[in-house]
């Protein structure tokens, strides 16, 4: 069965600090592997995404992490502001699909 | 330019009511998506589009769900007999084409069924 894992469920940062959000897939027939944020009461906007051929992206304060031979990739926020405060939803892509496998999501609040 | 509009943005029905929700994709997106999310959950994958035609419909709960999309732009995602369970926001979200990556999706519609 087709699943991501997202850890964890909350987090909180303080202002300036580092948001490190992580997730593992089962699955190896992914493809495509997006970021999303979700604002309370809006849809999920994408926000960075990667090919499993790169281990690593980076969009300005937005860093995204993969390590194929673990199954794992991870969003780093760097310098994280209070409007970062959001939930985020990694997904992942199947290889011979269109639709997306979303993980159940971070609720991040950023402390000023 | 205009994003992907969903319509209307709450709907609240009663049990066992026919309900229809509306997708309009960001213009000339042939690729076009329903997810379903429920509280404190990522969104579920129910139909795809591309162009007129559902071409993968693996994730539509059981058969009160449908959806159409006749004319390759607009979709309508159609609930029948509602249940409480059905109580959710269904997303929509649209891309160039099969072949893209990226999916840009609506604000979405919050169903309650009470």
């Known amino acids: 069965q087709q699943q991501v894992k997202q850890s964890p469920q909350s987090l909180i940062v303080q202002k300036g600090g580092i948001s490190i959000i992580n997730c593992a897939y089962e699955?190896?027939?992914?493809?495509?592997f997006p970021w999303y944020q979700q604002f309370p009461g809006k849809g999920p906007a994408l926000l960075i995404a990667?090919?499993?051929?790169?281990s690593e992206k980076k969009e300005g304060r937005f860093t995204i992490s993969f390590n194929k031979s673990a199954k794992q990739f991870s969003l780093h926020i760097m310098d994280s502001q209070p409007g970062d405060s959001a939930t985020y939803f990694c997904?992942?892509?199947?290889?011979?699909?269109?639709?997306?496998?979303f993980g159940p999501g971070t609720r991040l609040s950023v402390l000023p | 330019g205009a994003g992907v509009s969903q319509t209307p943005s709450n709907k609240v029905t009663e049990k066992g009511k026919y309900v229809e929700l509306r997708c309009d994709p960001i213009s000339g997106h042939t690729a076009l998506y329903w997810y379903r999310q429920s509280l404190g959950q990522g969104p579920e994958f129910l139909i795809y589009f591309q162009g007129t035609g559902a071409a993968d419909d693996s994730g539509l709960p059981n058969d009160r769900f449908f959806a159409v999309r006749p004319e390759g732009s607009v979709s309508t995602l159609k609930i029948q007999r509602t249940e409480r369970g059905d109580s959710a926001v269904y997303l929509c979200?649209?891309?160039?084409?099969?072949?893209?990556?990226?999916?840009?999706f609506g604000p979405g519609t919050r169903l309650t069924v009470t």
């Open positions: 997904a992942a892509r199947p290889l011979y699909g269109q639709n997306f496998v």
């Open positions: 979200a649209s891309s160039l084409s099969s072949g893209s990556y990226e999916q840009y």
């Open positions: 990667i090919r499993p051929d790169v």
């Open positions: 699955n190896t027939a992914f493809d495509y």
